[in-house]
């Protein structure tokens, strides 16, 4: 073993694991109006759950329709995920399902504001709602029931 080698592995162990980890989390950004706390909830629920996040307060409209998701689908926020559209209060888990399957779809929405879903808690009132897969042609089918 070289010298150099040998001398990196232990300076690479001393490295913390949580620097580690946000190295490898997915990067999102999130398209949202200012001043919205549904919004800005939804951003720390993704960054609880491991993602590295960033957003913009000049409105979703324009990124949603470039992305391809129907105006029919729309939410609060749009985010930009690994080039997948996450429109809506679509929960962590399902995102990272996305990511892991990798299926050929614009990506993910929730309709409306559900009560319970990530964003929108109110104690322990939830409303069931499905979360979405977009397709390319604008058609959907449930990813997740929620």
């Known amino acids: 073993m070289r ?12 490295l913390p694991a949580s620097f580690a980890a946000r190295a490898a989390a997915p990067a999102v950004h999130v398209h949202k109006g200012p001043g919205c706390d549904c919004c800005n909830a939804w951003i720390e629920h993704l960054r ?25 689908l729309g939410s609060c926020h749009t985010a930009i995920v690994d080039g997948y559209a996450i429109e809506g209060h679509v929960p962590a888990s399902d995102i990272k399902r996305l990511l892991a399957e990798r299926p050929k779809a614009i990506g993910l929405a929730v309709l409306g504001m559900p009560i319970g879903s990530p964003g929108m808690e109110m104690g322990d009132r939830r409303d069931p709602y499905e979360v979405l897969l977009v397709r390319h042609d ?3 089918a449930v990813f997740a029931t929620r």
Do not use: C, E
């Open 138 to 140: 604008g058609t959907t």
């Open 3 to 14: 010298r150099r080698t040998f001398l990196t592995i232990p300076a690479l162990a001393m």
């Open 48 to 72: 609880a759950n491991g993602f590295a996040v960033t957003s913009d307060d000049r409105g979703n409209n324009a990124v949603r329709a470039k992305a391809g998701i129907p105006s029919k």
